[in-house]
């Protein structure tokens, strides 16, 4: 089974899987297949984290790939330009290495471990024909470019690809991408590794010398995707245990949340119980975030607020009758998220993504690779997440998995910046304390607590569907609310499959995007 933002990446997983591809291999060709038809969302110029589960039960494996600020990205060099901050579009945005196709890289060779591979040039067919061929404009993606024009339309190569006739493509409109196409067919035949030191990265460390940016060649040659030991936390009222990535992810304040929420009492589903505490589990894991959370080498061991006594201190702060103050600031970003199982019961939760839509906007014309723009995260100044080469950025990218007491396999996992780690633990909060089904918990009724897309309001949103009682009492509680419409694109993306003691195999995707389960 394979769970995907676009309908189009899940069948071309799913096709791997049909012929006897891994987990691995399939979640690679969805990844690929996505960098093409929704490049609003993610691209190869992006970062990507993986858990990849065995399927033997034991703790899953941590991949990270992310990419580390460039030789010449120093503080110093962004106030010589005249910044006091990191710009979040153009050259200067696009400030760390990308990091996705190193964790393709190494992903794949840890499916070589466990079956005969497939052909490289096989996962990639996909992408590769709809990068040549075109693929229809989302609705999303037309949106957003439409939204995002003026900041976007002048920024090198961007207008190029994205804006055909030099305005917004419309719904359903073929947009191909051929230099990206090329690219995608150089690294079938040469190799994952060309994007780093080989012709690929001549013409991108190339491409981005003429522009300025601060990614030379030698940094992507240094580039290598991290195996990593994953956060987890053990929820014994869930009957679970919960994994996510580390440092410098924001997996640390998905895993307080449910740890928080596992000591307190959740009401009914959908009731003002279950959203105040939850949202409430949320202010306090981003106070930690916001300090704890960023390069591993700047920051101490975040295993400590994972430990009983300190979720046991975090849960006794909550009043259950009030809201704590707020706002604090938000962390916006766009992302896709992706699940594989395959026939062995091998799991992939892969999220991967651009940072802001369309990232920094900045398109290298000779490999049409799209640049992110997460280094724009790091600050000039302080004592937290501050540049220095070399360094990685602050992510919100956390892509998680939870094993049952009962022997269930939970792969899940949203887009969203901010509101990764609520909607993941809305989602695993209906599968586990109320016994929803995975779809029943992604489709229903969302929240999400500060900003969203650029927009400066840092309530608490809730959509309509949710119950006006539970409104009405979030509001008497001290909640800034603000009532949305029905489904709205910023709650995120989300995804889940869930696989029983028999293999059974349950998926969910979201009707907030363009995706699918496809399965066999």
């Known amino acids: 089974m394979v769970t995907a933002p676009h309908h189009l990446a899940a069948q071309a997983g799913r096709d791997v899987l049909r012929e006897g591809g891994s987990a691995v291999e399939a979640a690679v060709a969805t990844a690929a297949t996505l960098a093409v038809v929704y490049p609003h969302m993610t691209g190869i110029g992006g970062d990507a984290f993986w858990l990849i589960s065995d399927g033997s039960g034991a703790a899953p494996k941590a991949l990270h790939a992310t990419g580390r600020a460039g030789a010449n990205a120093t503080p110093d060099a962004y106030r010589a330009r005249g910044y006091d901050a990191i710009p979040w579009r153009g050259p200067d945005a696009a400030l760390t290495v990308p990091g996705t196709i190193a964790g393709w890289e190494a992903a794949l060779a840890l499916s070589a471990e466990w079956q005969p591979s497939l052909p490289l040039a096989r996962l990639l067919e996909p992408a590769i024909q709809f990068a040549e061929a075109g693929s229809p404009v989302t609705e999303s993606q037309a949106r957003l470019t439409r939204a ?6 002048g920024v090198p190569g961007f207008a190029a690809t994205f804006l055909p006739g030099g305005k917004a493509p419309a719904v359903g409109e073929r947009l191909a991408q051929p230099a990206l196409a090329a690219t995608l067919r150089r690294l079938a035949g040469a190799g994952l590794r060309d994007f780093y030191e080989g012709e690929t990265a001549r013409r991108l460390a190339a491409d981005l010398a003429r522009v300025g940016s601060p990614v030379t060649a030698d940094d992507l040659a240094a580039h290598r995707a991290d195996w990593r030991t994953p956060l987890s936390v053990a929820l014994p009222r869930s009957g679970a245990r919960v994994w996510n990535t580390g440092l410098p992810t924001q997996g640390l304040a998905s ?3 449910l ?6 009492d959740l009401g009914d589903e959908g009731s003002f119980d279950h959203l105040h505490i939850l949202v409430e589990a949320n202010k306090r894991a981003f106070l930690i975030r916001d300090v704890h959370v960023a390069d591993p080498s700047t920051v101490g061991s975040p295993d400590r607020f994972l430990e009983d006594g300190a979720l046991d201190a975090l849960a006794a702060e909550i009043d259950p009758r009030r809201a704590l103050p707020w706002p604090q600031p938000a962390v916006p970003g766009d992302t896709i998220w992706l699940g594989v199982t395959d026939g062995a019961g091998r799991s992939v939760s892969l999220i991967q993504s651009l940072y802001y839509e369309f990232g920094s906007g900045l398109v290298s014309p000779e490999t049409g690779v799209l640049m992110q723009n997460r280094g724009s995260s790091f600050r000039l100044d302080g004592r937290w997440n501050v540049l220095a080469p070399g360094r990685q950025p602050f992510t919100t990218l956390n892509p998680a998995m939870a094993r049952f007491d009962d022997g269930r396999w939970l792969t899940y996992g949203t887009m969203g910046g901010e509101g990764q780690p609520q909607t993941q633990a809305a989602i695993f909060s209906r599968i586990a304390n109320f016994a929803m089904a995975p779809q029943e918990a992604v489709t229903a009724p969302r929240w999400l607590l500060g900003k969203t897309w650029g927009e400066g309001s840092l309530s608490l949103k809730v959509e309509s569907r949710i119950a006006d009682e539970t409104v009405a009492r979030l509001v008497e509680a ?11 694109d910023f709650m995120g993306h989300a995804g889940a499959i869930l696989a029983d003691r028999d293999g059974l195999l349950t998926g969910a995707t979201d009707p907030r995007s363009d995706g699918a389960v496809a399965a066999l």
């Not at 740890?259 to 307190?264: F, P, Q, S, T, V």
């Open 478 to 488: 001290g909640h800034e609310v603000e009532v949305t419409g029905p489904f709205e």
């Open 255 to 257: 895993l307080i949340i």
């Open 259 to 264: 740890g928080i929420a596992d000591r307190l």
């Open 148 to 153: 995002k024009h003026d900041e976007l339309a």
